[in-house]
C-alpha cells in the first residue's frame, strides 16, 4: 500500500508547488510578417489575453529593432495612458491605436519609409502577471508601384474585357445570321411545295 500513498503524495506536493510558481500569465498575439507600401500608414495590431483582470497598472511597451541587428529602439509605451517619445526615428509618427477594454494594445505608424524595415515587440504586462510571451512583427515596407505600371494593368485588363466583350457579339450576330438564311431556306422550301 505503499505505492498510491507515495503518488498522492507526490501529486499533493506538485499542485502545491505549481500554484507558487509563477506561470507565463500574458499571452500576446500579433501577426507574424507584414508588408506595407512605402509612404503609406500601416496599423500594427497586437492583442493580449491575461489570467488576471486588467490592471489600473498594465503596461505597454513598443520597441523596435532594425534589419542590420543594431541595438532595440523603444517605439511606444503605455501606463494608464499612451506616452509617445519625443525623440528617435518614429518620433511624430506614431499614435495609439488600441483599446485596454478589448485587449487591443495597437499602434499605427504613419508615413512608413524604408528605414523602417525590421521587427517591432509588442510586451504586456498586467499586474500580477508580468511574465509572458512577447509578440514579434517583422515590417517589410515596399516601394510603391509606379503609375506607369498601374496604368499598364489597367490597359491590360480593359483590352480583355472588351475583346471578350467584341468576341461574344460577333458570335451572337453571327448565330442570329445563321438562323435568319435557315429561315429563310424553310420558307423557300414551303413555297416550293
Not at 507565463?24 to 493580449?48: H, I, M, P, Q, W
Not at 524604408?114 to 509572458?132: A, E, I, L, R, W
Not at 480583355?160 to 429563310?184: F, P, Y
Request: proline residues 6%; hydrophobic residues 40%.
Amino acid at each position: 500500500m505503499r505505492g498510491p500513498n507515495w503518488l498522492g503524495a507526490l501529486l499533493f506536493l506538485g499542485l502545491q508547488l505549481r500554484a507558487l510558481w509563477p506561470a507565463a500569465a500574458v499571452e500576446v498575439y500579433t501577426s507574424k510578417e507584414v508588408d506595407a507600401v512605402n509612404g503609406t500608414n500601416l496599423r500594427l495590431k497586437c492583442t493580449f489575453s491575461s489570467s488576471s483582470p486588467i490592471s489600473p497598472d498594465l503596461t505597454v511597451t513598443w520597441n523596435f529593432q532594425p534589419e542590420d541587428l543594431s541595438s532595440h529602439e523603444p517605439v511606444f509605451w503605455y501606463l494608464k495612458e499612451p506616452y509617445e517619445l519625443p525623440t528617435g526615428r518614429f518620433k511624430e509618427r506614431v499614435t495609439w491605436d488600441g483599446n485596454i477594454k478589448y485587449n487591443d494594445v495597437s499602434i499605427m505608424i504613419w508615413n512608413l519609409q524604408p528605414t523602417d524595415n525590421g521587427t517591432f515587440t509588442c510586451q504586456v504586462k498586467n499586474p500580477p502577471d508580468v511574465y509572458g510571451t512577447i509578440g514579434e512583427v517583422r515590417l517589410r515596407v515596399v516601394q510603391k508601384v509606379h503609375f506607369s505600371e498601374i496604368h499598364f494593368l489597367a490597359v491590360a485588363i480593359g483590352s480583355a474585357c472588351v475583346l471578350m466583350i467584341i468576341v461574344v457579339t460577333v458570335v451572337i450576330i453571327c448565330r442570329h445570321h445563321r438562323k435568319k438564311v435557315q429561315e429563310k431556306k424553310i420558307e423557300v422550301a414551303d413555297t416550293e411545295l
